[in-house]
């Protein structure tokens, strides 16, 4: 039987090996995890994180545990790099080493002892409690606020490059039909469109650099 050294210093390789990734898209499954990331390793094993607080359209986050701990820092640095999309969504993944607390298996260390103990407002740590707990509560609800406003920017994104090739099919059709160009004719909507597709999607990247900021800190 194993030493409750042993099995710390085993978990402690085990989240050496693990990445967690989030701001994934509520379709993504285990196998579809598993068939983005075993091109680059083998996955030994996926857990979702389960969120019982927020609804359920929220982005998804999970530990993944790979084969070796050089190959979760090459997939690190590699969605560090490049954008990493999963089920053809507008919505790049995010990922960071896993540390001990994710986990809900965590052995305890070995000699550890906690003390846990009331503060009192005559406590010189009263103040400083206080403000972690208020900075707490706004980041969750900054974070739910910018939530909804990628939600919503997705359906947007989406109509609008559905509305956009079924115009441009649509005057390609026309000028077959007459004989005539009529793109000139569509160009004033056109325009518009390609302007609002770039302006939503700007919001939306700064929506999510923002997130990531505020969920990181």
């Not at 710390?8 to 285990?30: G, H, I």
């Not at 979702?48 to 609804?55: C, H, M, Q, R």
């Not at 919503?152 to 509305?163: C, D, H, K, R, Y």
Request: net charge positive; proline share 6%.
């Amino acid at each position: 039987m194993e030493s409750s050294a042993e099995k710390y210093a085993a978990f402690k390789q085990k989240v050496s090996r693990t990445v967690y990734l989030d701001n994934m898209s509520p379709q993504v499954t285990e196998s579809v995890i598993r068939t983005a990331l075993d091109q680059f390793a083998t996955v030994k094993n996926v857990k979702f994180i389960p969120n019982y607080i927020g609804p359920s359209n929220q982005p998804q986050c999970a530990l993944v545990e790979l084969d070796s701990a050089k190959k979760a820092k090459e997939i690190l640095s590699m969605i560090a790099g490049y954008p990493f999309m999963m089920s053809g969504q507008p919505r790049p993944v995010r990922a960071r080493p896993a540390v001990m607390e994710m986990f809900d298996d965590q052995p305890i260390k070995p000699n550890r002892k906690i003390k846990i103990r009331w503060l009192e407002p005559s406590d010189p740590d009263f103040e400083l409690a206080k403000e972690v707990k208020n900075l707490t509560r706004k980041h969750a609800a900054e974070v739910e606020f910018l939530d909804k406003v990628s939600s919503f920017l997705e359906i947007n994104l989406f109509s609008i490059g559905v509305l956009f090739l079924l115009l441009f099919q649509f005057s390609n059709f026309l000028s077959m039909l007459l004989g005539v160009d009529v793109n000139n004719i569509y160009f004033p909507m056109n325009f518009y469109l390609q302007h609002s597709c770039k302006f939503l999607v700007s919001f939306y990247m700064h929506a999510c650099v923002k997130r990531s900021n505020i969920a990181l800190k």
